[in-house]
């Protein structure tokens, strides 16, 4: 097998020394890299076995920093990771390699955008990002529907740009407002939890998914029905989701596994234990992936195990339960009663904070 690697360079002349920054092609590995530059393979067998895991997958595109001095090498930077960089170093005639922190360059920039067409074109049109609209869109999803937003809604976005070597590596959103003549919402970049909160401090995000899984459709909703085996009307006490078996099922919220196994009538199940009273009841599973056991903490979004059809199961589905304090309750009315509200000193110190940067940024705060 033939493979073309093509290696864009682009000198650059600092002091007496010269830098190359190369693009790292598809295909291309850290073997051939050192051949290129006839460096010792010692250097790749003298790397610590997690360094040498994280040179195997260095993404297409990324940038290599290489010092030359009269076209002899002195020092590569190769990004490992989001954050660190294998630096080689050649002094005489040895090789050292050290781990350290790449620099970006940050800059804060900020957009306003109306709504003519849809969100990621109009967003994309004004700021040039692809991943601005995709960062808005997480943080107002339990609020907006933004593909129902209305035309002339007015946005305003403050974000940090991280680059290096001039391309844009991330973004953060430190604020960001979305008016209509419908809502007006507004989110700040909380820096102590790096969390998104309203000018009053409550949480952006609920504490529940809207669901545990992307589903077809929903079969049977919460309340009195005649039950599709035993033919008698009993009350359902949770919502049931039709989907593909293995369709990966996520855990509502952050909590502690409680339960892990058969539940009689409800096959294979998963319970979790959350905060403030509420636990969460996933049943008639395929399968649990590893790594998930009683006494386990899991995260929000964490798969949790896999629909399936065991128990008494009238097809593959999913039958999703909410406790609060000991009763079942509609999961449907989880999605906007649990609002996590900063209080005390931290709600103290989010407002002050989000005070000083409105008035550097010059926003004035719908307080209410
Ligand atoms: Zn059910």
């Known amino acids: 097998m033939k493979k073309i690697i093509v290696l864009i360079l682009i000198p650059f002349v600092l002091f007496a020394y010269k830098v190359d920054i190369l693009t790292w092609k598809t295909h ?85 955008i109306i709504i003519k067409h849809y969100l990621n074109y109009d967003v994309y049109k004004t700021t040039g990002s692809m991943l ?8 107002f999803n339990d609020k907006i529907n933004f593909r129902k937003i209305p035309k002339n809604t007015k946005i305003t976005i403050i974000y940090n740009e991280k680059t290096r070597f001039g391309k844009v590596k991330n973004i953060k959103i430190l604020f960001a407002s979305v008016s209509n003549r419908y809502y007006h919402y507004e989110a700040f970049l909380n820096p102590y939890d790096n969390k998104y909160y309203d000018q009053n401090a409550r949480s952006l995000r609920g504490m529940f998914l809207p669901a545990p899984l992307k589903y077809k459709r929903i079969s049977s909703y919460f309340g009195m029905r005649l039950h599709p085996i035993l033919h008698v009307w009993r009350m359902h006490d949770g919502i049931d989701y039709v989907n593909k078996i293995g369709t990966p099922i996520h855990a509502v919220a952050d909590g502690k596994i409680i339960y892990k196994g058969w539940i009689r009538g409800y096959g294979k199940s998963v319970e979790i234990k959350h905060k403030d009273g509420y636990m969460t ?88």
């Open 132 to 139: 601005l609209s995709r960062k808005l869109i997480a943080i």
């Open 28 to 112: 291309y590995t850290f073997y051939q890299f050192l051949k290129d530059n006839k460096l010792p393979v010692s250097i790749y067998y003298n790397l610590k076995p997690n360094i040498k895991r994280k040179l195997r997958h260095i993404l297409t595109g990324e940038k290599i920093f290489i010092l030359k001095n009269n076209n002899s090498f002195k020092q590569a930077l190769i990004p490992i990771d989001a954050n660190n960089q294998l630096q080689i170093i050649k002094i005489n005639n040895n090789y050292i390699t050290k781990i350290v922190p790449i620099i970006y360059d940050t800059f804060q920039k900020k957009a306003q």
């Open 281 to 368: 009841l996933y049943a008639h599973l395929h399968s649990w992936p590893r790594g998930i056991y009683v006494g386990k903490w899991v995260k929000q979004g964490q798969v949790i195990g896999y629909l399936g059809d065991t128990g008494l199961s009238t097809g593959p589905h999913l039958h999703f339960g909410v406790m609060h304090y000991g009763r079942w309750i509609n999961p449907l009315k989880i999605k906007n009663s649990a609002r996590i509200t900063l209080w005390g000193k931290k709600r103290k110190k989010f407002l002050s904070y989000i005070k000083k940067f409105a008035k550097e940024q010059n926003i004035a705060l719908a307080l209410k």
